[in-house]
């Protein structure tokens, strides 16, 4: 399982993000997605998840301002970011955990700067 992601960078206090996680090697469509992120010094936390069915969960911290979506034709999985804070500077990770085996498979990260 590999899970790619991409659309990091570097923005001001109010702009937009949209971070993208390309998975291969896995039945994509049956999949939980979610995305964490880790701030230096800090747990990773969870951000938002989507269920196979298109359900979505969001932390409190990010709840109207992020959305999470799926391409299942593409095998992608994507954070839409608006309204982004400086707090919300951190690693942002790709995860999800096998259906048969339950291991927990992970991105690589990508890092957004939000600049005050």
């Known amino acids: 399982v590999q899970l790619v992601e991409s659309g990091g960078g570097l923005v001001q206090a109010g702009g937009s993000l949209r971070l993208s996680c390309v998975a291969s090697e896995i039945t994509f469509n049956m999949q939980t997605m979610n995305w964490y992120r880790q701030a230096p010094g800090n747990q990773r936390e969870l951000v938002a998840t989507i269920t196979s069915r298109g359900l979505t969960n969001y932390a409190d911290s990010v709840k109207g301002r992020f959305a999470i979506s799926r391409l299942n034709a593409r095998n992608t999985v994507y954070l839409q970011m608006n309204s982004l804070k400086p707090e919300d500077t951190a690693v942002y990770y790709c995860?999800?955990?096998?259906?048969?085996?339950?291991?927990?498979?992970w991105g690589q990260g990508t890092q957004v700067t939000v600049a005050s």
């Open positions: 995860n999800t955990k096998g259906l048969l085996t339950g291991r927990t498979y």
